[in-house]
């Protein structure tokens, strides 16, 4: 099964901080785009996880 991408999330960002993510993206070869959605959902999933944690 796909998994379709239809959402959008827009985000505003300096100049420093947009130049700084694409040398993180190509550093490991991916698009800003892609970079950008594996940090987050690495950061979502964790902190969900450790809050969830928390609550045990």
Known sequence: M???KT???NLVV???EKALFE???KE???SLSSWIR???L???RKVVVTKS???K
């Open 38 to 40: 594996t940090v987050a």
């Open 23 to 25: 040398a993180a993206a």
């Open 2 to 4: 796909q998994n379709l």
């Open 53 to 55: 944690d928390t609550r």
């Open 42 to 44: 690495a950061s979502a």
């Open 7 to 9: 959402d959008r999330i």
């Open 14 to 16: 300096s100049p420093e």
């Open 28 to 30: 490991v070869g991916l």
